[in-house]
């Protein structure tokens, strides 16, 4: 890269935890890279073998004591620099307990897994979601949108219908990649792509949604590994994400460990680091790895230790 560091240099998405068949049951078969503790020190060295300085937590369980465990992270990682944790937002009280989480310094944002919901569509319309989710805005907090590419056309109207803060699109609505690089069955893998680029050109006018470049390597076939077809469809996607955002709306995410049944850390950095090199201007490329997560989490300086 041509360009200096800019002061953060940030890796907007991963997850900790410690394994427990019960606490992650989407680990599933053909998944025993996951099935195990992932801790910090795993990963942060990585990271700053990269180059970056800082990393965000992103809650993987629907719970509160999951918020309180990245937290913890947190505390004792400065590399750590933010929490998206998890908050009932449909409960009664959600701006008491929203303002109670005031006195973390480190979170900076939500989210719920809306596309593990039998009905997502009809969760996002809830008037009590509704009402905690406008609560959470006014308070400015960030919140990252989940959802599958099948549910990309509720989650538009969510977003449209709450502009009063910023909302994080993650994984890029997870693109349906799986067939997209294989002869087999190819022109419903084509449509089905096609449907997505369709359902993201909603979010182009939002001018407060930011999408995170996170968690693509394993929306191709993972369990092929990944090969130079799934890397030409991985390069359409970015493109796809720079048309519909804009290069200032756009942030760096490894979704790490997840990312590991597919490719190594440092494969998902550099397959990022080469297309933004060739497609974005210096300053564009500050605002991927760094400034577009800071201004929407609203994170304060800080760096590896």
């Known amino acids: 890269m041509d360009e200096a560091p800019s002061l953060q240099r940030i890796d907007a998405h991963l ?11 989407w680990i599933g078969e053909g998944m025993q890279a996951l099935a195990v503790d992932c801790t910090p020190e795993q990963v942060l060295p ?35 620099c933010g929490v998206v944790g998890w908050e009932d937002l449909a409960c009664d009280g959600i701006g008491e307990r929203l303002q109670s989480w005031r006195a973390e310094p480190a979170l900076c944002g939500w989210r719920h897994q809306v596309q593990d919901e039998p009905d997502a569509s009809a969760f996002l319309c809830s008037a009590a979601f509704a009402r905690g989710l406008s609560v959470l805005q006014r308070q400015g907090w960030a919140y990252d949108v989940l959802v599958f590419d099948h549910q990309m056309d509720a989650a538009a109207a969510l977003c449209a219908r709450h502009d009063a803060h910023w909302m994080v699109l993650d994984h890029l609505g997870k693109p349906p990649l799986a067939g997209l690089a294989r002869d087999q069955h190819k022109a419903q893998a084509q449509a089905a792509f096609g449907r997505w680029q369709a359902s993201l050109q909603r979010f182009a006018p939002l001018s407060h949604v930011a999408c995170k470049l996170s968690g693509l390597v394993t929306e191709a076939d993972w369990r092929s590994g990944l090969r130079e077809p799934d890397r030409a469809c991985l390069l359409q996607c970015l493109d796809t994400a720079l048309q519909v955002f804009g290069p200032q709306r756009l942030m760096f995410g490894s979704d790490w ?3 590991l049944l597919a490719a ?8 990022v680091d080469g297309w933004a090199s060739s497609r974005l201007s210096a300053s564009e490329r500050e605002a991927l790895w760094g400034g577009t997560a800071a201004r929407c989490y609203g994170l304060q300086p800080q760096g590896m230790t």
Do not use: K, M, N
């Not at 997850?15 to 049951?25: E, G, L, T």
């Not at 800082?54 to 750590?80: F, K, M, N, P």
């Not at 190594?264 to 397959?271: D, G, I, R, S």
């Open 15 to 25: 997850h900790f935890w410690h394994y427990s068949a019960r606490d992650y049951p």
């Open 46 to 80: 990585q990271l700053e073998a990269c180059g970056l300085t800082g990393a965000i937590a992103v809650q993987a369980r629907g719970s509160v004591d999951e918020t309180r465990y990245l937290l913890d992270l947190a505390r004792r990682h400065g590399g750590i």
């Open 257 to 259: 460990p997840v990312c």
């Open 264 to 271: 190594p850390y440092a494969t998902v950095f550099e397959l």
